[in-house]
């Protein structure tokens, strides 16, 4: 019998996602920060496929093929030396056969997904990045994949372009840009992104990566007023970090001193995550999954907040008692007194910090694609061109 | 050809230990937070496997077979089922057959744990209380692990009891408290703690979980002054927590507000891991590992602090450039501005938390080993029971 | 020889504002928080004047006769017994002598100032508001005051009333209003309130209180955008608080819960004054001041961050060497290494207080002018009502 | 009719001292941070009156004439000018008229003070420092003051020479010293400082400045026990910072980088300071007063928090409501919500400052009288010298 597809399950109530890869697999030991290429599909199929199942677990209804920045292009960036060693092709595909395995394994569906390039942002024009994109997304049709996916686009054109790919395919496709309420990085409002995207033919439109539950929820809403006033009515999606944010500027975590290495103080809560799918749910989002720092535990979050709503809870929930009810197991008496919702829900928790600071100063070159520095090249970075860029930085 | 044993290998030069199992395993979906038992090992073997092996790829020596609190006591404690369903000592077995079969993959060597029972802190008497160690160090033996470890132990006196249990073995014993600088539970100083398991026949001594990496260490300093004075020379263990603690009591981290389930603002960072290494070597440490919040990149990062003292890499470091270098790959040039060791050291994180305070007031009831509060009992706690304590709580 | 009056001061240069009387004499004594009503030029003269002489002392080119929220309305609200025992006119008329007496010990101008009245809160229409306009005015211009000033007023429409009265009287016109950038409490926004303050014939537009300095000079370049798309140019005028409200809403500080008795850890530095200073004079303001929290040495670090600008120093400077170098005779070597600019430029202060927010969430209530809950009146309030509001501020 | 004398007032009930001089003068505009040399008594007498004023009025039972580091040998300090323009006899006798004046416009007693000298850091030896001791008590006697006060000493020596030059007098005296409960800065612990300060014939002795009030009161525990141990029963005083310093080491606040021009977000509030006096007095101080930074409004907080225990009420408190009440006269209904105790006592203020961190790391040099780099000098230090400075710090 055939798993019911994407768009008729939204229409019905709401789709678990599932959890950011490329964050979980580097501190498990198989991606690398910096490049942050899917290779480990080829690597480590186990580890990745481990990974999936905790989703699953958790009750993700998706299971995304783990093939982020796997265009030939990023593969080969700044002395990456995946594409030479495996190819994209390859590494797409086990990433799909890997998906499709753990999806199968419950009632989950799989999708492939595609990204913003190197391409783009080194100014080399339509055509160019569209063949980029298009070797992707024929490696998810022949594997078969249930929908396509374009996420972590920063600039409204490029996604319109990926959109327009992945439409050829004839799948359901959905489409998430990695933006907060103040817009794209050329200016372009979030409302009109939203727009755009819709406009261009994704069924499903939103936010992922980039900012906090809180801030990608409040770009959700500036998308939807877009999307009303202009009479369309696509499915809503957000994917946020799962770090809180609210020192950003407009290019998001990226640009905050502590990425990738120190973002540890920063981790939402599960309480965090239960407040976002309530919100998330409640403005109308019916696609409802995490970026990176998303863990099993916060997809199982979602799945938890949305108990009723979804009529069913997630296998991992045996072993996690609603809002903290397990602690009435515990031996000491003070800790069985925190197994109550008001508890948790009202902690502000503090950070055993006290030499460090609440918020950062963002990084803010203000370039962005078309800029002469953003150039991307094969060659790793040199010394000198490091000593360069810290003098910069210095000088900002 | 036989594996060179712990002892042999504390001589020669430095043990890395493994990460913290329920606090991962939890956020993975297969532990319970509250009992915290490992019956994981038989519903999940996948999922345990898998992380031993993150471990193992990561650099540690050793795998713990992932037997925690399981005494008999334990797992039909408040309402806990594990006993009833498993028993402990299929959990035990089964722990024990996972952690040699991954040991194996590489040159690890594995190890049973036994820890502090509800049976004592109940008040139940040495003799009670030794009958469950000797029931797990059976299941040990039996299943030939190289070595035993007593650990996360509140009182010197109930520690005592487990190493003669130990010792009956003939195995190489390791013994830890969870206790900080100040002294155990009925006011034994750090430093005889340490005196008394070195008498007591434990070849290895020193301090696991409850604290950071910087308290641990101040107690490990002053176990160290104690056997110094008493002309005692046992190798010198450190598994602290991978949460930062500064706002801690005597009691440790289950104290504070936070536990169990937002502690995700303490979290160390792989840096603050490095600096714990390095530091811990320099005290003279040589078993120097992790407890509950160490994640396989927390090992790494021991690793690869002592790489020139181990004389070997791991091999998770091939997907970890050093001090961030693999960000030399990255897209935006402000983050290869990043790829610098005196960028990561010296930079104090926010917490992206401008409403939370950074310390907190821990849970401060005085009571222990005992108390009447403290007696333990089947049955699960009862809404009657845990509004007595939240009203007992708020009265403090 | 006659003083030059304020409108050539402002047009040859910079003039230094005073400080802040009512919280500065509150802490010293001579004025209740909570009526905030300047009797205290009766009851205390001496320690309003020294304070005169303070400002003066440290640069100020004015005094702002101490009139304060004195309308009579204000000085009978709500159990206050200030205008049965001296009158509105007397408090006024003695603010007017002392301001005089000590700005002729120097060079300084005096002005007397009107705020907005709990009349307008209760929603009593434009003649019974300017009628208490109009007996404020009359005292000042019976006295002789050099300029009059509208300040504190969060209503533009109120505003107008107010300085048409002062128009009446032939003397140059400040007006500030207490807003930030978000508009005033009608969702007037700050560039149309700073053309409406100019239209009704204000010689000099601005912002007072309410907010930081940083806020504050955000608001007035939307003052300044307003002004140049109308092609108007009075001159600009700022006094922010001495706090530091990051957090607030379009409300002000006055929401905050440490309004008015914990805004301790919030206080400006006179670094952060300093920083003020340039700025303000950047954007063009030519009347820098403070409201709220201004001590003489914040007053005096405005003078000396101008000093080329103004060609001269003041008095309390003899007190101060620049950015710290007064601590070159300091006894500790540790502290004469910090007699130097950068370092009191880029430090970053601790608050030494680990248990506390860096922010505050401000109270919300959403209500003003022409609400039935702000209705005033003369009797003092009740314990029930107290317990009323705060059963009301708990729901919120 | 005599006034009733030091000592028994404090046999019969409580003193409230007054509070700090030198950070509230600078803030004033007339005394200079570096030096903070009392000079200002000759310059500007109503400016120091009027402080003496407040004081009065907020409660303080002493005034203690204004003759901080009056002593000949810092008054020429590094740079210093003033014994050269006054000299020190001139200015502390002019400190004990002004302090006599205000003291009889009350029912106030007045004191004088000596505190630790160059002299004494520089390793001159005890004849040295008793005959710079000795010409500032001259003063004292010969200008009538009701008791000798020895304060701010870092090391026990210099205090027993202090006090025995204070005893030639035959006038009660008064000892403390600026240490927290980590003993002197050579070592000696707490309670043995104050035995010897006891045993020197001291008939107060306690500590002031240098700490917060928590620090300050954990050090009089310190001594209490080392007297009740002696057998010893002098009156116990206590006169701390009103900024919090958790972070200092036994040095004190002098070593924290924000010392002395950023101190502000640490400034104690009311609520902490009635705090503070409850301890106090619970711990058995009888003469409770304050050091830098506390305010008149804070010696008005001791006086309301000892109101029943001294049978009386303070000029300043008629402008005060206790506990916040004054904001039942507030406009806005949610300000007159926080007119009540429990709203101030358990509120935890926000900095405003979300990018400082809360606590600092203090300088530690680890130098104390003796070292070489302690020796005073009359040149004003030199460019040369601030560089060789900066450059140790760096290096520490």
Redo the contacts between chains.
Sequence with gaps: MPKKGILERLRDGVVVGDGGFVFAL??????????WTPEATVENP??VR?LH??FL??GADVMQAFTFYASDDKLE????KAQSQYTGEKINKAACDIARQVANEGDALILGGISQT?TY?SGDGKAAVQEIFRKQVKVFVDNKVDFLLCEYFEHIEEMEWAISVCKESGLPVASTMCIGPEGDLHNISTAECGVRMAKAGADIVGINCHF?PPTVLEGIREMKKGLDAAGLKPFLMSQPLA?????CNKQGF??????????????????DIQKYAREAYEIGVRYIGGCCGF???HI?AISEELEKERGKSC??SE???KW?E???????????????KDY?EN???????????????P?A?GVTAGDD??K?KKD??TDT??NQ??T??NRK
């Excluded at 580097?26 to 490049?35: F, H, I, L, S, T």
């Excluded at 960036?77 to 990456?80: A, E, I, K, M, Q």
């Design positions: 580097e501190k498990r030991g198989y991606v690398k920060a910096g490049p186990d580890g481990q199942r905790e677990n958790a960036n700044r002395g990456n190197p942002l906090d770090f809180m944010t609210p020192d990226i640009d905050l001193p502590e990425f990738p290495f120190a973002l540890e103080s920063r981790i939402c809560t599960r309480w863990e099993p535990y199982r296998n991992a072993k996690h008692d903290g397990g602690l009435r197991l515990h031996t000491k008496p003070w800790v069985r007194a925190r197994a109550r948790w902690l502000k928790p503090g950070s055993g910090r006290p030499l460090c600071p609440s918020m950062s100063e990084d070159w520095i953003l991307q790793v970075t061109e490091i860029l810290i910069n930085r």
